[in-house]
C-alpha cells in the first residue's frame, strides 16, 4: 500500500535528515505546481514527495516505516493536521513569493477584550471589589478548540493541494487566489464539532472579580490576564483590559491625587474672616478663612484629597474663595455698604495704592 518514499526522493535509506530534506525541496521545486500549471504528473510527483518527506522528516514516523514498511500512523491521503501545512511553509518559506500558506492550521491567541467600567469618584478614592459580566467567545470544551469532531482530523484540501491558493490565468497574466474551497485555511473540516459547528469557539458569559486599588485614574486600565476571548485550535486566551472611567464629581475637579472646589463666598467673608461647611469625599468638614482673604485665593486642607495610587498618603483638597457680589441688595445693606465705603477711602490694599501711584505718574 505504502510506496518506497526513500525511491520517490531518490535517496539512499541511509541517507540523513538533510540529505532527506534537499532532496526533497530538489524534486518540489521541480514539480511544483507553481512551476508545471496543468501538468498532472508534476502534480502527481509533487504530493508523492511531500508524502515522502511528511514521513521520512519525522523520526518516529521514519522509524516505523523501516520497520513495517508502512507510513504508520498519521499518514495517508489526507495526512495530519499539522502534516502538510506547516511542513510546506518551512521548505519553501523562501522560495515562493506571496501569501504565507497553512496559517489556519496553527494555533492563534485569542483576541484581547475591553471592558469600560464606571466608577463614583468616591469609588476611585477607597477602591471596590465589584463583579463584572462579560460576554466572550470560548474554546469549545468539545473539541479542544480545534473545531474537529473527536476522533476526526481535518483534511488538505484537494483543490489546492494544502496551499490555500489557486492560480488563475488573466490572459497572460497568472493571478494567485485564495482558494475558493478551503477559503485559503489549505485544509477542509469534513467533520466539524457539533458543539461549536467547526467554529472553535462558544459564546459565553462570564461573571468576573475585579478589584479596584484605591486612588486609580480616569483612563487607566487593568489588565486581567487570560480572561480574553479563547484561542483558536489550542492556542492561548487573550488578556481582559478593564477601562475605568471616572464619573464627573458634583462638586470636584480631580488633579492627580488633589480635589478641587470652588466656594462661593462674600466680601465681608473675606474681609471680616470666617468658618465655612465645606465638602470633603464622604462627608463635610469645616474651612476657617482668614480675615483679608483676597478673591480667588486657594486654600489647602492637607491630606483630605484623593489617596496616592500604590503609595502612601493623599493628596489635598484645594478650595477656591469665588466672589460673589449681590445682583440686588436690600435697603439695610445698601446703608451698610454706603457708610463702609464713606469709611475709609484711604485705607484699601496694596492693589489701588500702587495703582493710584501709576496714574499719578501718567498725570504728571
Ligand atoms: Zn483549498
Ligand atoms: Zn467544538
Redesign the pocket.
Given at each position: 500500500m505504502a510506496r518506497d518514499y526513500y525511491g520517490v526522493l531518490g535517496v539512499s535509506r541511509e541517507a540523513t535528515d538533510a540529505e532527506i530534506k534537499k532532496a526533497y525541496r530538489q524534486l518540489a521545486m521541480q514539480s511544483h505546481p507553481d512551476r508545471n500549471p496543468g501538468d498532472k504528473d508534476a502534480e502527481e510527483r509533487f504530493k508523492e514527495a511531500n508524502e515522502a518527506y511528511a514521513v521520512l522528516s519525522d523520526p518516529d514516523r521514519r522509524a516505523h516505516f523501516d520497520r513495517f514498511g508502512t507510513a504508520g500512523p498519521g499518514a495517508g491521503p489526507g495526512f495530519g493536521d499539522a502534516g502538510f501545512g506547516s511542513l510546506f511553509e518551512d521548505i519553501f518559506e523562501n522560495f515562493f513569493s506571496g501569501a504565507p500558506r497553512g496559517r489556519r492550521s496553527r494555533a492563534v491567541q485569542g483576541e484581547d477584550l475591553q471592558y469600560e467600567l464606571k466608577l463614583a469618584l468616591e469609588e476611585a478614592a477607597a477602591g471596590i471589589d465589584t463583579k463584572i459580566q462579560i460576554p466572550r467567545l470560548e474554546a469549545c470544551e468539545a473539541c479542544g478548540g480545534g473545531g474537529v469532531e473527536a476522533g476526526s482530523r481535518l483534511e488538505t484540501?484537494g483543490?489546492?493541494h494544502g496551499r490555500?491558493e489557486v492560480r488563475r490565468s488573466h490572459g497572460f497574466l497568472t493571478v494567485a487566489q485564495p482558494?475558493p474551497?478551503?477559503q485559503g485555511s489549505?485544509q477542509l473540516n469534513t467533520h466539524p464539532c457539533a458543539q461549536c459547528r467547526g467554529e472553535g469557539r462558544r459564546r459565553a458569559e462570564r461573571l468576573l472579580a475585579v478589584k479596584i486599588p484605591p486612588g486609580v485614574e480616569d483612563g487607566m486600565q487593568l489588565r486581567l490576564s487570560g480572561e480574553g476571548s479563547g484561542g483558536l485550535r489550542g492556542g492561548p486566551p487573550g488578556d481582559l483590559y478593564v477601562l475605568l472611567r471616572i464619573r464627573e464629581h458634583d462638586l470636584f475637579v480631580r488633579d492627580g491625587a488633589d480635589l478641587h472646589c470652588d466656594v462661593p463666598v462674600s466680601f465681608p467673608q473675606l474681609a471680616l474672616g470666617a468658618e465655612l461647611v465645606v465638602p470633603v469625599l464622604n462627608g463635610t468638614t469645616t474651612l476657617r478663612i482668614p480675615a483679608g482673604s483676597q478673591p480667588h485665593a486657594i486654600l489647602r486642607l492637607r491630606g483630605k484629597g484623593m489617596p496616592r495610587l500604590r503609595q502612601r498618603g493623599h493628596g489635598d483638597a484645594c478650595y477656591r474663595l469665588v466672589l460673589e457680589v449681590p445682583h440686588t441688595l436690600n435697603e439695610p445693606q445698601r446703608e451698610a455698604l454706603a457708610a463702609f465705603e464713606s469709611a475709609g477711602r484711604s485705607a484699601r490694599g496694596p492693589l489701588t495704592a500702587a495703582f493710584l501711584e501709576r496714574m499719578k505718574k501718567l498725570l504728571g
Open positions: 484540501c483543490l489546492c490555500g482558494c474551497k478551503c489549505g
